[in-house]
Each structure stands twice: as C-alpha cells, then as structure tokens.
C-alpha cells in the first residue's frame, strides 16, 4: 500500500507535468492508464480504462478560460482505484467525475490564488533589479502545481475512494461555484492592467468597434482580428496620404 | 536596420526561447493568464539587449503584462517581440507600447487558430488512433498518441520562434521614421479591437436574481443585456482600471474580488457564468 502510494505520487507528478512539456497532453486518461497499469501490475487493464476515460473527456475542452472537470486527476485516481478493486471502466467513470469535478477547487486555487500571488511577487522582484529571481518565479509556479497535486492526488489513494467521497461531500457548494465565478471576473484585472498600458484617446473608437463585434454580433477572434487589422491598414493609408500630401505640397496647403 | 553579423539574437538564443517556451501554460492564472511564462522566456533575450538595468526593468514589465495563447502558437509571437526588443535596443525613437500591441492583436487569433488546429484537430485524431488500439488493452495506444502529438507540436514550436523572429525583423527592418509612426499605429488600432473583443469574451458575470413577478419574470442579468450586451465585463474592467490609476493595491482588488465571487454564491447574487 505505502510502496502503491509512492508509485501513485510520482506517476501523478509526470502526469501534472503535462503544462511544463510544452502542453504535451502525457497527463490525459489514456496516458496515466498506461503508468497505472504498470504500477498495479495490470497494463491491459489499465489501457482499457484510461481509453475508456479518455473517451468520455475527450469532447470536453479548455477554450480560452472556461476549464471543464479536471481530466488529469479524474483520470488518475479513478482509474487507481478501479485497478485496485479490480474493477472495470464503469466504476473508474463513477469515481472519476465526482473527483474532477471537486478537484477544480484545487485546480482554481492555484490560477485564482497562488499564481496571480507569485506573479505579483515577480513584478516587486523585478522593481528591486532582481531580475533571474522574477523569471524564475514562473518555474516554481509551474513544478509547485504538479507538487503538490501529486501530494493532494496521493493522499486520496492513501485514504481510500470511501473517504475521498466523505471530503468531498463536506465542501460547500456555494464555495465551489464561488471559485468558479471568481474565474469569470478576474481576466478583468489583467485586461484594466493592459488598458492603463495601452489605451489612449486616439485608439479608444476601435476598442469600443472590438467589443461591440464580439458583444453584438458574437463574431469570433479571428474575425475580429482581421476587422481591427484591415481599420488599422485603412488609418494607415490615410494617414500616410495625407502626410505625402501635406509635404508635396509644403507651404501652399497654409494659404488655403 | 540591423545586420545579420551586428544581430546579437543568433541561433543559440532562437534555440534557448524554444526550450524556455515549453512550460508557456504552467503558470497559468486567471488574472494575466500566461504573463510569467512570457515574461520567464524573454529573460535572457532582454538580459542580452540591454545593458542598463533600467530598461531591462522596463522590458520585463512589459512582458509581465496579460498574455493568453494556445501554447503551441506562442513562440511564433516570441519570436516576433523579440525581433522588436532588438529593434528597440538600438533605436530609441522605437515606440514601446506597440510591442504589448502586438501581442493582443496576435494572441486573439492564434488562440483561434491554435485551438481548432491542436485541441480541435491534432488532438482528437491522435487520441482517436490511441484509444482505437487502447480499448482492446494494446499499451502501443498510449504511445502511439504521445508521439503523434507531440512530434508535430514541437516541430512547430521550434519553428514558430525562427519564423516568428525573422518576419519581425524583416518586417521592422524595412520601414523607418515616420513610417513607423504610422505602423504602430495601425498595430495598436488591431490591439484594440482584439482587447475589446477579448473582454466581451473572457470577463463574464452572471447576476439570476429576477425581479417583477407573474408569468415572465426578468432577471437583472437580461435587463442589463437589453441595455447592452456585456455591459458589466466593460464597467468592471474599466472600474478596476481606474482604480489601478488611484494606485489602489492590485492584490486587495484580487482578494476583494475573490471574497465577492464567494459572498455572491452564497446570496445568490451571483451564478456562475454560463456560455
């Protein structure tokens, strides 16, 4: 069991290394099946239930900043515990998603908490000139994530599905969604921090033209991208013809 | 313009933001998104640049700032700021601002590109070959799915920085002046609109409570969109912004937003948002 728990915590930190491989998807169900399977000695089984969950989570997709339940730690410890019971897909499934979904929490923490903390941290590091100390605060961001949800993933195995099940009924509701809508308002900040940056009067009318393509007419950024290039071309044509003009024709242009 | 000998971005440091560009989405927060990651692989590309501490400061705040992309379409942007980086190391009339416009206007649609392309496409294909092999138990499944992905996402990392820098380098090398004045200003209308667009899409907030009774009962959220669609992502996103200008302290505004979102679960003030 102690010797399981180890093997667990060190497949579900490679598995939580997934961001830090360059987005390598080595932490979806079809891939920790295959580790889990080694690890329980059963790697038909364990393939089978991970392609089984893969399956299920494979049309849930991360699109900008909605994150469906987290497939990594779904797909872990309910593929560990339907191994070690012995059991099949089903009850993988049945464990899984409850966990996926409880995990957001933890998943959450980290983008609404910690890492938005250490990012503010990087910005005081580089205003006192310590700049290796604030590009490096990204990689304790990115190893402290696979750390400790390894820890978290670990500890769930140790104590058993029964008693994940009992934690997991504990959380309040309303702190989850809370979470979730904390999700939803905090891009705000970083949009205000990029509009103080950026926004000026004369670039405020194509602001307002972006937002009201999306807001209005749903168009998506691709299409709206090629709108805000082509007004971006057309200032530029004006512009430039009317400085050709201006200095072709010098001094006359004042008599008029 | 800067020649190829003088450049002081070679092979070695197109080499070095491909390495460092692998971990682009480890540090993801919702607040700026992937801005330690940027800020983490241009580090020595601006330690390289500048030799005042000053600008070097300057460089990294600007890359500190909110960053979102599909990872695999990020080093083509790498590339692309770092060749105006190297730009702006040597010209000091070099307008700073239309570097982060650059990266709004370019992470939008990328974003786009990159998701159908690797979450949309590759992924679905490659994940289709492994679970068709995996579901009679044959480990090849798994392995066939790692590589397959990961053999053409790395590739296109790899050459998204080469391209990415030397399109920005031929493009800046090539105009000057006045001329400059104007492309900048065009790539910022683009960071605009794309900004604009991007906070429609990404702030939500979602208010139930209704209001009025009998059979129709409206709710605060479909009042306030007949006045405006997305009208709180806009005042919240400019009230925040206002309130940066104050120089109210960032991290109050993130936990007071925090302790909002859960109060509002808790009142049922707030929902959580639905697409």
């Known amino acids: ?256 | 313009m800067i020649s190829k000998n003088e450049s002081k971005i070679g092979k070695k440091e197109i080499r070095q933001l491909f390495w460092r560009s692998m971990p682009m989405e480890a540090s993801f927060s919702y607040e700026r998104m992937m801005s330690m990651a940027y800020a983490y692989c241009m580090y020595p590309i601006i330690k390289k640049l500048y030799p005042k501490l000053d600008d070097q400061k300057k460089a990294m705040h600007r890359h500190l700032e909110f960053f979102n992309c599909t990872s695999a379409c990020s080093p083509i942007i790498l590339g692309i700021s770092t060749a105006m980086e190297e730009r702006n190391a040597y010209d000091p009339n070099f307008d700073t601002d239309s570097i982060n416009a650059m990266k709004a206007g370019l992470m939008g649609p990328l974003s786009g590109i990159g998701d159908a392309i690797f979450w949309g496409s590759l992924r679905i294909i490659t994940a289709g070959i492994g679970i068709s092999l995996a579901k009679d138990g044959n480990w090849l499944g798994p392995v066939l799915f790692v590589l397959l992905f990961n053999i053409p996402n790395y590739l296109f990392r790899y050459y998204g920085v080469k391209y990415g820098y030397s399109l920005g380098n031929k493009f800046i090398s090539k105009i000057d002046g006045s001329l400059m004045d104007n492309i900048t200003y065009a790539i910022n209308i683009l960071g605009m609109a794309v900004i604009g667009a991007m906070i429609a899409s990404m702030v939500s907030i979602n208010i139930p409570i209704t209001f009025g009774g009998g059979k129709h009962p409206q709710t605060v959220q479909s009042l306030l969109n007949s006045i405006m669609p997305c009208l709180l992502p806009l005042g919240l996103t400019f009230y925040i912004s206002h309130l940066l200008k104050k120089k109210y302290n960032i991290l109050i505004i993130l936990l007071v937003i925090i302790i909002i979102s859960i109060f509002g679960a808790y009142s049922g003030i707030l929902a959580v948002p639905k697409d």
């Open chain 1, 1 to 256: 069991m102690i010797l399981q728990t180890i093997l667990i915590f060190i497949v579900s930190f490679i598995a939580y290394l997934q961001d830090f491989t360059g987005t390598s998807f080595i932490g979806r169900p079809l891939v920790t099946g295959l580790m889990l399977g080694m690890v329980f000695g059963d790697v038909k089984s364990g393939v089978m239930i991970g392609a089984y969950l893969e399956m299920v989570w494979m049309g849930m997709m991360q699109i900008g900043a909605s994150i469906p339940p987290d497939v990594i730690s779904g797909g872990l410890l309910g593929c560990a515990f339907a191994l070690k019971m012995h059991s099949g897909p089903n009850v993988a499934l049945t464990i899984a998603l409850p966990i996926a979904t409880i995990y957001l929490l933890i998943e959450n923490s980290f983008y609404v908490i910690i890492n938005p903390f250490l990012n503010h941290l990087a910005d005081n590091f580089v205003d006192k000139g310590k700049l290796k100390t604030a590009a490096n605060m990204h990689i304790l961001s990115s190893l402290l994530r696979p750390l400790l949800s390894a820890i978290v993933i670990a500890g769930a195995f140790y104590l058993g599905s029964g008693a994940v099940r009992n934690v997991v009924a504990i959380i309040p509701k309303q702190i989850m969604d809370g979470m979730s809508i904390a999700t939803g308002l905090l891009p705000a900040v970083g949009f205000a921090q990029l509009l103080n940056m950026t926004y000026s009067k004369k670039v405020a009318p194509f602001f307002f033209i972006g937002f009201v393509l999306y807001a209005y007419l749903k168009l998506d950024m691709i299409g709206v991208a090629i709108i805000g290039g082509a007004l971006g071309a057309i200032m530029y044509i004006i512009l430039s013809t009317v400085q050709e003009g201006s200095e072709q024709n010098g001094d006359v242009s004042d008599d008029f």
